[in-house]
T-cell receptor, first 115, second 116 residues
């Protein structure tokens, strides 16, 4: 079975400071990991994904995420937060051994960047 | 440009009525998904389809049905709307497994449904 957890409902950070949004996962095989962002009254937008290869994945809008197999984590990071980064962020996972099962999404973390 | 659209964007209905939410994608994706989003629950999968005539139940499928008669559309039907189905509904699509863009889902703008 596959699952994903986002341990923080809310993250607050000052503009210009680095930000981290946490995600941990549980799978039987290898994980396919994703980050999505949702702005108010919009659908989810794809940010980045890890399938295989380099543990540091770079995505849209200056975001990056680091895959850590030993800690089963895939935290989203950005070196310098912008007020416009304020949104709801979702982590998602699929197990390579799960066949054709869909992605499983976390409950989301609301990021507030304060000017 | 390819896109995924949902209609209506807002809907108010009464308990017991049948409601159909439309989802249309021009990505030519085989896979389509319906989710509901509620505070405290994140995104929960309702139904999904991996191709024409294929449908599968998700985590919260009771009271909902889908049918896939072509690649572009996956309408979601609430057979007899209940107040517990008041939510924001999102449709998504993705390419077939095994290709470069596998698993990346593209989401529609959502439908806000209120059941009174």
């Amino acid at each position: 079975a596959q699952s994903v957890a986002q341990p923080e409902d809310q993250v607050n950070v000052a503009e210009g400071n680095p930000l981290t949004v946490k995600c941990t996962y549980s799978v039987s095989g290898n994980p396919y990991l994703f980050w999505y962002v949702q702005y108010p009254n919009r659908g989810l937008q794809f940010l980045l994904k890890y399938i295989t290869g380099d543990n540091l994945v770079k995505g849209s809008y200056g975001f990056e995420a680091e895959f850590n197999k030993s800690q089963t984590s895939f935290h989203l990071k950005k070196p310098s937060a912008l007020v416009s980064d304020s949104a709801l962020y979702f982590c998602a996972v699929r197990d390579s051994l799960s066949g054709n099962t869909p992605l499983v999404f976390g409950k989301g973390t609301r990021l507030s960047v304060i000017a | 440009d390819a896109e995924i659209t949902q209609s209506p964007r807002h809907k108010i209905t009464e308990t017991g009525r049948q409601v159909t939410l439309a989802c249309h994608q021009t990505w030519n994706h085989n896979n389509m998904f319906w989710y509901r989003q509620d505070l405290g629950h994140g995104l929960r999968l309702i139904h999904y389809s991996y191709g024409v005539q294929d449908t599968n139940k998700g985590e919260v499928s009771d009271g909902y049905s889908v049918s896939r008669s072509n690649t572009e559309d996956l309408p979601l039907t609430l057979e007899s709307a209940a107040s517990s189905q008041t939510s924001v509904y999102f449709c998504a699509s993705s390419d077939s497994y095994g290709l470069d863009d596998t698993d990346t889902q593209y989401f529609g703008p959502g439908t806000r449904l209120t059941v009174l």
